[in-house]
């Protein structure tokens, strides 16, 4: 049996697969207690523990920790002189017109950051020596004092050599026994200083928090019986065993989103489909990610809360439109939806838990896309009335009564997921015409005709069981590193002979990693090169084979960054400008082979006739069915919803909906 486990901001999802028996369960999320709801959610599914071979998880632990603060005591530990590092941060504004804008708040406070007697150059040599008897004297009393739980040491070009680094943490350890260290050299080996530290001080806040919770649910696993492999999911699409997780937490911290969109990619590539945009709608927010040749776009860097993470990352764009975002109205009049939730508690006023403010599900209740009983197969009760008087006051300020309103919200949240899509296609030179529209979560299936027809997309694929395909990609995806570092060299005669060197370390240290863990047996390589034009501020990401790494020349690697930036830039091939390599990205991956499909099951053939919905500021009547019930081939034109356990496929008018071999549902327009 193979299970995973994800947890969400509103629900934790499971998906178990024993041989062709698919089980799934959605289960409340428990906020406070997130082990507690992964633990529910196995017992939802019925499951003996013992029988499970394989357990995925991943959950929004990282994420909550630091947008609510609750991480370890950090101390942050950098080159003397450079102790406001996290503070000063760039230049830029994220908001350009707040006169009252304030940069990011860093995760540990300046009281908290220690100066270190040291000097390592851009080069790698050392300026000034590190002094351990100053360090001893002056700044190891400081930390004993103060008690803290994690510490943080980012030195100045410790990426070049982390000589400096590695003894800090030495001497750190033997006179802080307890607590958690973290120096820049093991998280990312990247130049940019900034970004470096900001990553290195979350890595660090994040670890104790981490690590702990891994223990607890592990503990908890142990005693019902769980003798099988414990893997966690991580940000950039892979998963790693819980053993290598405990050594590198913050690689788990866009855990969820992630796991969506390797399932998508995986299950709608087994109807061969692999340029897509996937879509996932949950109760909190809505992520968008750009599948193509079946490969997720890795980004070298993201954000949380405005502090910078550089690490590879899917490259998925977040908006504050889920189930759960509040339906409301700005200073000036404007109709807004989220980026408030309701989230799991209380949840939108239909859930009948406390929620007094319109929701995006309540809008849905309103109109009639969302049937009374019909969200998790009527196992959760939903209360039309309280839907309809948590709209009425909004409604009333506009003038609109709460069927308008509701079908008003639903398209104010459609266009700000319509603009999500345009940041990961439009902006980066890619026509959402040449992809598939895969919706999944909770909400994303009912979305997806409208967000698809105001792309111009003409095709959706559905895949089964929607609403949890965030757990099945816990269990599709493949155990996967990356490690990055900067090099900078020149593309001359001499670039070939370099990047063979630094692919064979890197590989080598890589596989190294993998056999600790027991993954080497099947691993491939992946390999690409952050390279630009001498001058340039910013890098392309260049991809290499990685069986060609060491037989390159530079008439090739000229190549392949021109067309890179031909694509983006509409310029920059054969100019003869002087080109430069600064940074290398190395992946190892163990795929895993055997992944079984996900299947939709039975259906529910008494669950069929016709419902009433409001939609297009007019009263429509639709078919409505299990989504089971449709047989495969068969066309099933709109409006009609399908509704399964986990989500409800909205087929607008206009559009025409069929089951296909792989239970996928494939909508197309026309």
Known sequence: MRVGVEVGGTFTDLVAIDGGTVRVAKVPSVPRRPDEGAFQALQAGKLDLGAIKDLVHGSTVGTNAVLERKGARVAFLTTAGFRDLLFLQRHDRRNIYDLAYRKPTPVVRRRDCYEVPERMLADGTAERPFDAAAFERDVIPRLKAAGYEAVSVCLLNAYANPAHEEAVRDLVRRHLPGASITISSDVTREFREYERASTTTLAAYLQPVIAGYLARFEDTLGRHGFKGRFSVMQSNGGRLPAEGMRRNAITSLFSGPAAGVMGAARQAGLSGYANLITFDMGGTSTDVCLVENGRPSLAAETDIDGLPVRLPVLDIVTVGAGGGSIIWCDEGGMLRVGPESAGADPGPACYGRGGRRPTITDAHVARGTIRPDALLGGNLRIDAAAAASALAPIAEAFGLSPEDMADSALRVAEANIVRAIQLVTTERARDPRDFVLVPFGGAGPLHAAKVA???????????????????????????????????????????????????RAMRDGARARFEALGLARSACYTFALQMRFVGQAFE??????????????????AELFGKVHESIFFHGAGTGRPIEIVAYRLGIVAPQTDVPALTEGGGDAGRTGDFALYDNRERQTGRLMARGALAHGVALAGPALLEDPTATVYVPRGWTARHDSHDNLVMTRG
């Not at 895949?463 to 949890?468: D, E, F, M, R």
């Not at 593309?491 to 002979?497: H, K, M, Y």
């Open 453 to 503: 027809a105001d792309l111009g997309v003409g095709t959706i694929v559905v895949p089964p069981n929607a609403g949890v395909i965030s757990a099945y990609g816990l269990i599709a995806s493949d155990f996967v590193h990356y490690d990055t570092m900067t090099r900078r060299i020149a593309l001359d005669d001499g670039a070939p002979a370099a990047v063979a060197e630094v692919f």
């Open 540 to 557: 392309l990401p260049v991809e290499v084979d990685a069986e060609r790494a060491e037989r390159l020349t530079v008439a090739e690697l």
